[in-house]
């Protein structure tokens, strides 16, 4: 299969668009505060752009439709990009009124920085970029003219602080965000996932269904989890654990810290340390939270002489680990300090490598394909630049096996140049939501470095001790996660076998109450996870409370109910399917969770 050929995003013409359109806003919002205005950076971004301004007020949403407004006479103006080039004290002479600006000419004179702050590796050529009456310190790319941005395709979005180059304890800036595209249907497309984006929010989710929740007096991006939540998140685990027992796996359990010379030697304390959490003291020894699984489950694997013939040997666990996430960083379920991993470590011989490999990629895209996902990309990461172990001769061996198992899968894939962890190179793949986002969530992870710091062997079948090769692997990445793509693909709306109430029975009145007691019983003992709603409120307001929580079946039930046997069935898409009698909802309820639609 060939490698999935990927457009760089600064390469790009929608790139392009919107670079220049920063450029076009920076103008429009210096002349609406002439003289009193300083201007940072303002870079494209995914989806869009940005520009972190210094004002002598705080902007309002009137002034954003004023500079929307400005942008597109500017854009209509069609004026062309012309670039320059000159020396640091030409520069620093241009923009000696922008301190902001000063700061970066000077990172650039020192060859230590790009005009956007981010580190160089090669020399600096100082450039500007003028169009109109404004001119920027930027290295381009940009459109030949302003009349090459769409003017029905450009809006401003909203306005953030920021603090200047991302320190708490430089100056706060106004960031106005804004999108660019090609053509108005595009920017119509994308404001409409942008509101649908807000709907599916996993944090509003789960808490308008007493989820989960993040208490910041417990700590943050530590997760509290609702018996609902807990429910779906028992549906999800048991299923996987009962498909890994399928596998081949062997489940085992790890403690939350370990000394402070188990992640010496696995590296974790020189290559990872900035992601631990600080060490505790006990017994005048340094003991770590767990930020990884693996040296635990590598001392099961040394716990006695393993043969050739017992490998492979495939050790899972549902591990929970602790790493320490800048706070900026924390994002719901989606970033958090303390996760639960599907992990698992196989150890097999150097033969046997690739077909674990590829056993383990087929396992991953069964699981995903088992709770509705799809559409995958598929991603080789290579060594990275920084903080890499191993010799440059393992690492090329190790990305050839994992590109050769890409290949066999039949999966298109791109390449993630230093992508890699530290110990290894390996895959990454990326779900497709409904909205068409990609979500990291599944990793294969060639490692030989564990191997040789732990001094793992087998003895091989002539007598001599040989090292196994280490796959680490995760299916869904973190429970925590997964759980919030989940949310966000489904809009809360799970499919019925993870709906945590599958149906809710309605009893019209007061006297029904006691036939739906009895469907109750009849329902439960069939494995549906039911409940009675027996407030006094009206029937129509009980129907439509559970479709606010997303209960895939609500069963209403009166007196012609009650007399047949039947419950009339409503679908939380405000389908009616009328009524029907209890075994044939039952049939209904069996087909759906049989096909996990």
């Given amino acids: ?92 002479k241009l923009f000696a009124d922008q301190p902001y600006k000063i700061e970066l000419v000077e990172g650039l004179e020192r060859g230590a920085e790009d005009e956007d702050g981010n580190p160089l590796t090669a020399p600096p ?13 930027c290295r381009g790319p940009h459109v030949e003219s302003t009349g090459k941005i769409n003017p029905d395709a450009v809006k401003l979005l909203n306005v953030s602080g920021a603090y200047w180059r991302g320190d708490e304890k430089r100056p706060m800036l106004q960031r106005i965000y804004g999108t660019a595209w090609n053509t108005a249907q595009e920017l119509e497309e994308y404001l409409w996932k942008v509101e649908e984006a807000k709907k599916r929010d996993h944090r509003k989710l789960g808490k308008d269904l007493d989820l989960f929740q993040i208490n910041p007096e417990v700590g943050p991006g530590l997760v509290l989890w609702h018996p609902k939540g807990a429910m779906i998140r028992h549906l999800v685990e048991e299923f996987c654990k009962n498909e890994h027992l399928k596998n081949g796996y062997d489940f085992v359990y790890s403690p939350h810290v370990g000394r402070g010379q188990l992640w010496e030697t696995s590296g974790h304390l020189g290559f990872y340390r900035e992601n631990m959490y600080a060490p505790m003291e006990m017994d005048q020894e340094d003991y770590y939270v767990k930020p990884m699984n693996c040296p635990f489950h590598i001392h099961v694997y040394k716990a006695g002489i393993r043969s050739y013939r017992e490998l492979p040997i495939r050790y899972a666990e549902w591990g929970s680990v602790y790493r320490f996430e800048k706070a900026g960083v924390l994002h719901g379920l989606m970033r958090v300090r303390g996760f639960t991993q599907d992990d698992a470590h196989i150890f097999c011989r150097p033969d046997q490598m690739p077909q674990e490999i590829d056993r383990t990629l087929s396992f991953c895209l069964h699981i995903l394909r088992s709770f509705g996902f799809t559409e995958f990309h598929a991603y080789l990461a290579t060594r990275p630049k920084e903080k890499a172990v191993g010799e440059p001769a393992q690492w090329d061996a190790a990305i050839e096996a ?42 294969i992870q060639f490692d030989f470095n564990e191997s040789e710091r732990f001094d793992l062997h087998y003895v091989d079948e002539d007598g001599k001790e040989k090292r196994p090769y280490m796959i680490h692997r995760a299916l869904l990445g973190s429970i925590e996660r997964f759980f919030g793509v989940m949310l966000e693909h489904y809009g809360g709306a799970l499919p019925v076998w993870l709906s945590p109430v599958q149906a809710m029975l309605i009893p019209i009145a007061d006297r029904h109450t006691d036939y739906a007691r009895k469907v109750q019983e009849q329902l439960l003992a069939a494995g549906i996870r039911v409940k009675v709603d027996v407030r006094t409120e009206r029937m129509n307001a009980k129907i439509r409370d559970a479709q606010m929580q997303k209960i895939p079946y609500m069963l209403v039930m009166g007196d012609k109910e009650a007399a047949a046997g039947a419950v009339a069935v409503r679908l939380r898409s405000g389908e009616d399917k009328g009524a029907m009698p209890v075994e044939t909802f039952l049939e209904m309820v069996k087909q759906a969770l049989e096909s996990k639609e």
């Avoid at 050529?125 to 310190?137: G, K, N």
């Avoid at 899968?409 to 992508?419: N, R, V």
């Avoid at 962890?421 to 990454?428: E, L, N, V």
């Fill in 402 to 443: 994992l590109r050769a198992a890409l290949d066999r899968s039949g999966l298109e894939y791109a390449i993630d140049e230093g992508g890699g962890a530290f110990y290894g190179p390996k895959i990454d793949l990326k779900i497709q939501d409904a909205l068409g986002r990609e979500w990291q969530c599944s990793t």
């Fill in 1 to 92: 299969m060939p490698i999935r050929k990927t457009e760089k995003y600064e390469e790009t013409q929608v790139y392009r668009v919107r670079h220049s359109a920063s450029h076009v806003m920076a103008q429009a919002v210096m002349e609406l505060f002439p003289g009193h205005a300083k201007f940072a950076i303002g870079p494209a971004i995914e989806d869009g752009f940005y520009y972190d301004f210094d004002l002598p007020r705080a902007l309002t949403p009137d002034d954003l439709v004023k500079v929307e407004a400005r942008m597109r006479e500017i854009i209509r103006g069609n004026h062309p990009f012309i670039r320059k080039e000159l020396s640091a004290a030409e520069a620093k």
């Fill in 125 to 137: 050529v100082i450039s500007t970029y003028t169009s109109d009456a404004f001119t920027d310190l």
